[in-house]
């Protein structure tokens, strides 16, 4: 991953920042600059809140060169709350936990580190639903 | 007639793991093949279809490379890239080449050496068919959106993961009789559900090989291919759609609309209609892929395209052979050239190899997880 486009989608990573088309409203993740729905060009920054729904997942045993390091990891599609559907890494999750339908929230992680270029280049992940008790 | 395009030659190299052959000896020696089969030896353009040359072995230009090397001269020549689809794609710029009247002969060649890198820079390359910048950044290989669809599939129609292994083993099935098969041997439904797990849900044995390979086809027209032969092969449909890049972004994650979109093209060209077909190649890279093509190309109803398998119909002798020679799992998948294999494969076929009787025949090559597919139909011109 080189350091300028790792730089340049920062923002929408580590935001959920997607778009939204200012004429007939259709949400996008990633960003669309063309609206999918109805080829509009009006559109503006959508900030996503991060929760949604496993769609389909699974775990990987033969990653690509720059994620090895990683295994072992899940990957699912996660349509979120907004509707648009996201692939995302599942963290915080053994892998026989997961299933369709399960609710999961986007955490800010590292998703890879040794690369060429030695960049830490970091994004979201999502993980099931923690529910917090305060003293 | 004099309209219609055919194909008139024929090479398909041996697939598998060449360490002593590069990408240019694997391209010249399918189409000499090809020179051979047809009866020429020249030809007015070359197509070659190709997926990832420069990161597999970093070379680009291979038009002008193998133009070069296998002696045709200061033709046009070009590369076509559509991921796994490349081959597919090739073809149809072919046809077009030949069909606009701009060339009397044309040269279609799909070729990749894949087996230069180790498997895990493989993986990688492969993963460069999707969206790189939000599917692959985030780990997703490309057997595991193959996975995530497949998962996806069995929840929504309620088929077990059993029930699309038997596509590996039909496939096999036809490979000891294909001279370029990689794999030619038969294998079990129990070998194909034990085998390790990539990608949960899919095992190895879903999974076509990685390897390399060429395949040669030329092109003329109809009336030019007559002086040849009596019963020449007619290119009598193509069809070629696009899809959401992402598998993310399709409002349904278990139809490959691109293949519902130019399989309609190909039989609206062709004036044909599924029943007619007799045999099919399908891009089976991975089991799943069956399933949605015979049923996202009209020949089954949604959620049933493992039926006909199961009922043992797609073997030869059955209503609806399927990849005859192997397909992409028992040939192999050199990417860029799986579409001129199995159009190659489908003349052999409708030529007649001895095993099926067969008038009409298309094929379909998919280029990443459907983000681009074509669709040809070929039939015998007796």
């Known amino acids: ?135 | 007639m004099e309209d219609n395009v055919a194909v008139i030659g024929v090479g398909l190299g041996k697939v598998g793991e060449h360490w002593e052959k590069s990408l240019r000896d694997l391209a010249i020696e399918s189409i000499w093949m090809a020179f051979e089969d047809s009866g020429i030896d020249k030809v007015d353009a070359l197509y070659v279809g190709n997926m990832s040359s420069g990161q597999f072995i970093e070379q680009e230009h291979l038009g002008a490379l193998i133009a070069d090397f296998a002696g045709l001269g200061p033709i046009p020549a070009v590369k076509v890239e559509a991921a796994c689809g490349s081959g597919g794609a090739a073809f149809i710029e072919g046809y077009m080449g030949v069909k606009s009247g701009m060339y009397d002969y044309v040269l279609v060649t799909g070729v990749e050496k894949m087996t230069d890198v180790l498997p895990s820079k493989t993986t990688s390359i492969l993963a460069n068919a999707s969206d790189r910048d939000y599917e692959a950044f985030n780990g997703v290989s490309f057997v595991a959106l193959n996975a995530l669809v497949m998962r996806r599939y069995m929840h929504e129609f309620n088929v077990k993961r059993e029930e699309l292994s038997i596509f590996p083993v039909i496939s096999h099935k036809n490979a000891p009789f294909s001279k370029h098969a990689m794999y030619r041997k038969e294998i079990t439904l129990e070998s194909v559900v034990n085998s390790p797990i990539i990608a949960d849900p899919l095992t190895l044995m879903d999974c076509a090989p990685i390897c390399d390979g060429a395949a040669s086809v030329i092109l003329c027209s109809e009336k030019k291919a007559r002086e040849f032969t009596d019963t020449p092969i007619i290119v009598s449909g193509l069809g070629l759609a696009t899809d959401t890049l992402g598998v993310h972004d399709r409002s349904q994650m278990t139809t490959l609309s691109a293949a519902v979109d130019a399989s309609k093209k190909a039989y609206k060209m062709s004036g044909l209609s599924p029943k007619d077909m007799d045999i099919l190649e399908i891009h089976d890279a991975f089991s799943i892929m069956s399933a949605l093509s015979i049923e996202d190309m009209g020949f089954a109803k949604k959620g049933e395209g493992t039926k006909m398998a199961l009922e043992g119909q797609h073997y030869i002798g059955g209503d609806l052979p399927i990849n005859l020679y192997g397909g992409l799992k028992a040939r192999g998948h050199p990417v860029g050239a799986t579409g001129v294999y199995q159009i190659g494969e489908l003349v052999y076929s409708l030529r007649g190899d001895g095993r099926v009787d067969a008038e009409r025949g298309l094929a379909e090559n998919i280029g990443g997880s459907g983000a681009t597919i074509s669709v040809c139909i070929l039939e015998r011109g007796d």
């Open chain 1, 1 to 135: 991953m080189d350091v300028p486009r790792h730089w340049r989608e920062q923002i929408k990573r580590y935001r959920l920042m997607g778009s939204k088309c200012r004429d007939c409203g259709k949400l996008s993740y990633p960003y669309r600059t063309v609206c999918p729905k109805c080829r509009s060009r009006n559109y503006e920054d959508y900030q996503f809140i991060g929760r949604g729904k496993i769609l389909t997942f699974t775990n990987i045993n033969s990653p690509p060169k720059e994620h090895k390091y990683n295994l072992p990891y899940a990957v699912a599609l996660v349509e979120l709350m907004e509707g648009p559907v996201i692939t995302a890494q599942i963290t915080d999750a053994r892998a026989e936990e997961l299933e369709i339908g399960m609710e999961v929230e986007m955490v800010t992680r590292k998703i890879m580190e040794y690369n060429d270029d030695g960049i830490i280049c970091y994004g979201y992940k999502f993980r099931p639903i923690v529910e917090y008790s305060h003293p």
